[in-house]
């Protein structure tokens, strides 16, 4: 009997024991699985991004959520078709941001002219033309036009991709000195951009062609000017960066940060319409788009958009003033060399994101097969190739 009763000890005490060693290997296993589990923010395991930026990638690649399941090197059919879906939604945001806003102009300019033809039937058209230009007409048309299709065709591309717009307000870690920080920062790409723009325009000029597609006397009057100050330091960069850096750079962010930080920042300068405007504001597209990304909100590019309109304002104002354009100058160049070391410091500090082998698979090559990229890149470059052929036309008659 106490033979049998130390037999029944020792096998409780093995089973106590297996029991116990299940439970660790259990415990083992699971906490393998969550070291290879895939993170549906992280797939591409790239640190250079920005985690509070991205999306969930389970909305392109559902199975990643299965256990032990790793995003492949190289995108398969069914994952190219999802995320070029995405960029196409972009491409066609864009362009039908452009046709929209053409089309708002063209009914808006028709309307208006014959509402004051016929109040004045006397009248000559291009008097009526001179009239809406150097007034406050014309200026009003072009403020009410972008703010619509700005805001209106963002919010559309938006809600077109299933992304929230509330993530534009979102701030992460921004300060004061980040603000300030970052307007210097700015304000040294846009002087060096602006000498960069200077010099293609320089280039065009040997050659017979201007690329300067837009008359720049227009809103003479004082409503005319203050209407077109408050569009140039308030709601342009205020509808600006909601479409690109709000709508475009979230849309096109899918597989790729670096990649929507560049793409977003053509379009951007493929949207002011000439060859030196577009380098001035790729450049500077980029830099917003970082500080955007950084701190997840459009409120770090607004800020540096109105700081950056509003110096290009003050400056137009004392142009003809010898004096004060000396004095700004001067204070001009002083800031930008501020800029630049504020640059140098805040770029050894927070570095765009770049891309991984298996990311550059899901960028541009995937974009270049989007029909909504395509179209929009080839209507802008048209209509700028087309403005510029134009102008070459009217000087030669």
Same mark, same amino acid.
Not at 93 to 113: D, K, P, R, Y
Not at 115 to 132: C, E, R, T, W
């Given at each position: 009997m106490n033979e049998t009763q130390g037999y029944s000890a020792e096998y409780a005490a093995l089973s106590h024991e297996i029991y116990s060693l299940t439970k660790q290997l259990e415990a083992k296993e699971k906490e393998c699985r969550e070291a290879?589990?895939?993170?549906?923010?992280?797939?591409?395991?790239?640190?250079?991004?920005?985690?509070?930026?991205?999306?969930?990638?389970?909305?392109?690649?559902?199975?990643?959520?299965?256990?032990?399941?790793?995003?492949?090197?190289?995108?398969?059919?069914?994952?190219?078709?999802?995320?070029?879906?995405?960029?196409?939604?972009?491409?066609? /945001?864009?362009?039908?941001?452009?046709?929209?806003?053409?089309?708002?102009?063209?009914?808006?300019?028709?309307? !208006?002219?014959?509402?004051?033809?016929?109040?004045?039937?006397?009248?000559?058209?291009?008097?009526?033309?001179?009239?809406?230009?150097?007034?406050? !007409?014309?200026?009003?048309?072009?403020?009410? !036009?972008?703010? !619509?299709?700005?805001?209106?065709?963002?919010?559309?591309?938006?809600?077109?991709?299933?992304?929230?717009?509330?993530?534009?307000?979102? /701030?992460?870690?921004? /300060?004061?000195?980040?603000?300030?920080?970052?307007?210097?920062a700015g304000l040294f790409i846009w002087v060096t951009a602006g000498f960069l723009s200077s010099g293609i325009e320089d280039i065009f000029s040997k050659y017979g062609f201007s690329t300067l597609v837009m008359d720049t006397d227009y809103g003479e009057t004082g409503l005319g000017f203050a209407i077109l100050t408050i569009y140039s330091c308030i709601i342009a960069p205020l509808t600006e960066e909601i479409m690109f850096r709000g709508a475009l750079m979230k849309i096109f962010s899918k597989a790729d940060q670096r990649f929507a930080i560049i793409i977003s920042a053509a379009f951007f300068g493929l949207a002011h319409g000439n060859v030196p405007q577009f380098m001035l504001a790729f450049l500077i597209g980029i830099f917003f788009g970082h500080i955007d990304m950084k701190h997840n909100s459009i409120v770090p590019s607004v800020i540096v958009h109105i700081f950056i309109n509003s110096m290009v304002t003050v400056i137009s104002l004392v142009k003809d003033n010898k004096t004060m354009t000396a004095m700004l100058s001067v204070g001009l160049i002083a800031a930008a060399v501020v800029g630049l070391i504020l640059l140098i410091i805040f770029r050894r500090k927070n570095r765009l994101p770049v891309s991984t082998p298996a990311q550059k698979l899901r960028g541009l090559s995937v974009a270049m097969t989007s029909v909504g990229c395509i179209a929009a890149v080839l209507v802008h470059v048209g209509y700028m190739a087309l403005l510029i052929i134009q102008t070459k036309v009217q000087d030669l008659s």
């Open positions: 290879t589990k895939t993170d549906v923010k992280d797939p591409f395991r790239n640190p250079t991004e920005y985690h509070w930026y991205r999306d969930d990638y389970s909305e392109i690649l559902p199975w990643i959520t299965m256990p032990e399941f790793s995003v492949p090197y190289e995108p398969a059919k069914v994952e190219k078709n999802a995320i070029r879906k995405y960029y196409s939604i972009g491409g066609f /945001t864009m362009l039908f941001q452009f046709l929209g806003s053409n089309l708002l102009a063209l009914i808006f300019i028709l309307g !208006i002219q014959f509402i004051l033809k016929k109040l004045n039937p006397d009248a000559a058209s291009g008097a009526i033309s001179h009239y809406m230009d150097k007034g406050a !007409i014309f200026v009003s048309i072009n403020l009410l !036009i972008y703010m !619509i299709a700005n805001i209106g065709f963002a919010f559309i591309g938006l809600k077109w991709a299933k992304i929230k717009p509330s993530f534009m307000i979102q /701030t992460r870690d921004y /300060t004061v000195s980040d603000a300030v920080i970052h307007c210097f």
